[in-house]
């Protein structure tokens, strides 16, 4: 079998670096002999993460370009041209077959050193609206994998684009929702909501769920509420309460998913991928500061289907309860959504991407 290398750029978010992660697990399973290095940037969470999958990460010198005026800013041509002279030198020590980007800044350089140095490129974009690099990168890339129908036409070259859906962690798929609700200690007859905001937590989320919770406990009506990293005083003040489990964390979000009857949630794109897999009802509430507001395209696409209520951050405290109570007493509300979710899923997206990323060099 051919010794394949892999260079795959990602990293900055969790939305990057886990459906890359995904893809490279899936090429490992076709060709063992697969050597894939990643290419990342310091500091951030494919340090931790890639490494723990047991691949090998170089780091280079990149970040975002922020919209509004700040001092990083004047840093960034620079940043540029040092990111490319280090993809340059990352490219001929490792001499890749093929280079995968998963969209983000890391990708930028890399993927477009690799392209002018006449390597195979491969772009695969998460979100509804693709980010910048990406849209940069679609009239070089040999090949573009989208999550979303609605993709293609933000991107400049259409002919290279193949719809493929987003990787995600097959384990989500492993856990009951009985065994779901016992991991949280909470009774596997009540209707379950699952409620989280990122790991850094979402205030204006946090907010309107500590306004609601106390009537919702009376109503029996469970919450796993991940309120995130730094909330400890949170936790503390709400965790005496019945129907809850509260916390800054949850390190299994299989038992999570499987518990919930409705997510609250953004919606970021790897979010997205982990609902339309599980056929969860979801209540978006995307983050209005996202770049090129993102999520409120990513969210958009599920509401217009029928699978989310979408509700503006400014709107949270107007609306939720009022949505939350109403669908949890529609019982064939919450299969319709589950079902017009379960249509945009695609388990096999990592492996359809992984086998015809090998095809690039036969």
């Not at 890639?50 to 370009?65: A, E």
């Not at 406990?217 to 809850?244: A, D, F, H, P, Y």
């Not at 997510?263 to 500061?289: H, Q, S």
């Amino acid at each position: 079998m051919n010794n394949n290398r892999i260079l795959i750029a990602a990293g900055g978010t969790g939305g990057h670096i886990f459906p890359a992660i995904a893809i490279a697990n899936e090429i490992k399973k076709m060709n063992p002999f697969a050597e894939i290095l990643f290419v990342g940037t310091k500091g951030k969470i494919e340090e931790r993460v890639v490494p723990q999958q047991g691949y090998k990460l170089n780091t280079i010198w990149i970040s975002g370009f922020h919209r509004s005026f700040q001092m990083n800013n004047l840093l960034f041509p620079i940043k540029v041209v040092v990111s490319l002279i280090q993809s340059f030198f990352v490219i001929k020590i490792f001499k890749p077959d093929i280079a995968v980007g998963t969209g983000g800044y890391v990708c930028g350089p890399v993927l477009y050193m690799a392209s002018l140095l006449g390597i195979p490129t491969v772009v695969h974009e998460s979100n509804s609206y693709p980010g910048v690099t990406t849209r940069i990168l679609s009239s070089k890339a040999t090949k573009i994998f989208t999550a979303f129908e609605a993709t293609t036409k933000w991107l400049k070259n259409k002919t290279n684009v193949e719809l493929a859906g987003t990787p995600t962690r097959s384990v989500l798929t492993t856990v009951t929702k009985e065994d779901g609700k016992r991991f949280f200690n909470l009774s596997t007859s009540k209707k379950t909501v699952l409620v989280f905001g990122g790991s850094l937590g979402a205030y204006s989320i946090n907010q309107a769920i500590k306004e609601i919770i106390g009537e919702l406990s009376k109503k029996e009506i469970q919450m796993i509420w991940q309120v995130g990293k730094n909330n400890t005083n949170l936790v503390n003040e709400m965790s005496g309460l019945r129907n809850l489990w509260i916390g800054e964390f949850i390190d299994k979000m299989e038992y999570a998913f499987a518990a919930a009857d409705i997510v609250i949630c953004r919606a970021g794109a790897m979010t997205i991928a982990e609902l339309t897999l599980l056929g969860k009802p979801a209540i978006l509430i995307p983050y209005p500061f996202a770049a090129a507001d993102h999520q409120t395209f990513n969210a958009k696409t599920l509401a217009d289907t029928g699978g989310a209520i979408m509700i503006a951050d400014n709107e949270i405290k107007l609306r939720l309860k009022n949505e939350l109570i109403a669908l949890l007493n529609d019982e064939n509300k919450l299969k319709q959504m589950s079902l017009a979710n379960k249509k945009l899923g695609n388990s096999e997206a990592g492996k359809v991407i992984a086998k015809k990323i090998l095809e690039l060099k036969n």
